[in-house]
């Protein structure tokens, strides 16, 4: 249905986490990292190891990312 409709991603807290913040007056910036495909889209089942596997394998990739942003937040400051 997501596809249909044109989303290339589907998060599943990222929505109702950013709702709740908002609701308590902080600033949201929204950051996902996506690990594995959907249900369904992959003819292999899924598998939580696989996405334990590229989250070590992405870690030191994605912190220096967001280490950036927030280093680049701060200078705008």
């Given at each position: 249905?997501?596809?249909?409709?044109?989303?290339?991603?589907?998060?599943?807290?990222?929505?109702?986490?950013?709702?709740?913040?908002?609701?308590?007056?902080?600033?949201?910036?929204?950051?996902?990292?996506?690990?594995?495909?959907?249900?369904?889209?992959?003819?292999?089942?899924?598998?939580?190891?696989?996405?334990?596997r590229?989250?070590?394998?992405?870690?030191?990739?994605?912190?220096?990312?967001?280490?950036?942003?927030?280093?680049?937040?701060?200078?705008?400051?």
């Open positions: 249905m997501a596809r249909i409709l044109g989303a290339d991603a589907v998060g599943m807290s990222t929505v109702p986490e950013t709702i709740l913040a908002r609701h308590a007056g902080l600033k949201v910036l929204g950051i996902s990292f996506i690990s594995n495909m959907a249900a369904g889209i992959e003819k292999t089942p899924l598998d939580g190891d696989d996405v334990i590229v989250a070590k394998e992405s870690g030191a990739r994605f912190t220096a990312l967001v280490s950036e942003i927030i280093k680049k937040i701060g200078e705008k400051q």
